[in-house]
Nanobody, 125 residues
Framework: QLQLVESGGGLVQPGGSLRLSCAVS????????FGWFRQAPGKEREGVSC????????NYADSVKGRLTISRDSAKNTLYLQMNSLKPEDTGVYYC??????????????????WGKGTLVTVSS
């Protein structure tokens, strides 16, 4: 049974950093592409970043390129999102989920309508 447990969110000032974690069980990161999504208050959930099953390729939404970095630890079966230079518009609940693969990379589209509880990121002074 798939379980996704996100953690690492919190309150941070603009320009600050956070590192999110997603502990995955029920699927192995080495065999599935995974991604991060976020949902801001009053808005639909959007894809932020994804990493291919090989770990060799990643994609990012234009709004986060150069500031967020996705990675994974296969031994721990855990997905990470390093968030730097945070902006108020990065505020939202962040979720991880398996995503669709595309050739050697990944798409910012979840394969399942299944979500963990998420972790709240608030960027505010």
């Amino acid at each position: 049974q798939l379980q996704l447990v996100e953690s690492g969110g919190g309150l941070v000032q603009p320009g600050g950093s956070l590192r999110l974690s997603c502990a995955v069980s029920g699927l192995t990161l080495d065999y599935y592409a995974f991604g991060w999504f976020r949902q801001a208050p009053g808005k639909e959930r959007e894809g932020v970043s994804c990493i291919s099953s090989s770990g060799d390729s990643a994609n990012y939404a234009d709004s986060v390129k150069g500031r967020l970095t996705i990675s994974r630890d296969s031994a721990k079966n855990t997905l990470y999102l390093q968030m730097n230079s945070l902006k108020p518009e990065d505020t939202g609940v962040y979720y991880c989920a398996p995503v669709w693969p595309h050739e050697d990379t990944c798409l910012l589209r979840a394969t399942l309508d299944y979500w963990g509880k998420g972790t709240l990121v608030t960027v505010s002074s």
